[in-house]
């Protein structure tokens, strides 16, 4: 075990090592400008799949722990299995395959919209984009709602906290890190004795 | 060139303080995904400065869904549209920088020590909040729209879609160009 822990697991089918932080950089540069909406199910297709650099339990061992962080799930998870790989300089490597691309590229489309700001068509557009995006958030709101029935709160307590969070933030336009500390200490008090 | 550098606000040094500092502090608060600050962004950047309209705000997340890569370029977005490239570095490495510290620090914690009591109490304790914030960003993010039976048609077909397809997420954002364009939403 040790450092190499997830990266390669005994029971599974062997897993590879990336050759080098460049390799890294290449293939977390490659899954980003393939994920539209999200690059969580692109990183598992490329990093399990076809790199064969994760096996499917690695991978979700990862990505759970990249969830529980604070941050984009996605680039903790290039900064630890980066830093599993090459340390500091690997973690760097993913990092920035990541990002650099799909930043450049949106930077273009953002200078792109602002050239075209005169024409109505484009806000138009972008406003009818802005629904859609709602809809994609939502969606995933959805997908994780199916996920809380399993919560240890239980299904009435979970509910008071989603209808309480909404509310705070949405209505009431509390900021966020009231919501946290107030709501989320609560919640996490009540999830402390459920636990034990 | 001076607009695409520091954008055309002409913010002060004590706003980029600001500015960074927010984003920063957001950082640390964004469990379950960048996405979940974005309520507060709205109400820190909209809201209280006036940086952006509330047009403008669901407009560069809106962008920064129709392009490849991570979710959390919507920050990008934000960042340029409201001071240029210093702003894209502002709140870049706002959101970025101490939340990669942290994960750092704690992700070999994190990994031994998976099943201790204190991380699961964080993990089943913010799973509520994660998706109340997640429903407050959908919220916000239609404050530009008009409320019409089109725009629920929208949202809806989109949530549909994207939980009984497995099709890319851009066949419901060119729909919703095109919903934009004839002036439905």
Redesign the interface.
Known sequence: MGRA??VADADEPPTLRPASPRALFMAFNRL????????IPVAQRELVERERWLSRDGFL?LL?????????????LA??FG?RCFG?RG?LAA?GG??S???L???V???A??QLQGVP?V???????????????????????G??RK???GVP??????????LA??VL?W???A??LG??SA??????R??? | MRELLVGSLALSAADWGLLFTHFAMLSLLAVGGAITTAPDMQRFVVREHGWLSDAQFTGSVALAQAAPGPNVLFVAVIGFNIGGLAGVLATMLGTLVPSTLLAYGISRWGERNRQSRLLRTFTTGMAPLTLGLLAATGWILLAPTHPSWATGVLVAGTIVFMLRTAWSPLWPIAAGAVAGVMGWV
């Not at chain 1, 307590?157 to 909404?166: E, I, K, M, P, S």
């Not at chain 1, 919640?187 to 402390?192: G, P, R, T, Y």
Request: net charge positive; glycine share 12%.
């Open positions: 822990a997830g980003a400008l393939q994920g539209f909406g999200g690059v061992e759970s722990i990249s969830q529980v962080l604070p941050g984009p799930n996605i680039v903790n900064l630890i830093d500091w973690a990092i990541i990002l691309a799909p930043l590229l949106v930077l489309l953002a200078v919209v602002r068509a806000g138009d557009a972008l406003r009818g984009m802005g629904v859609v995006a709602a809809g994609l958030v939502l969606s995933t709101a959805w997908r994780l709602a996920g809380l919560n240890r709160l307590l979970c509910a008071g906290f989603v209808v309480l969070t909404l933030v949405a336009r900021p966020l890190a919501v946290v709501l989320g919640s996490m008090a009540l999830a402390w459920k636990l034990a």
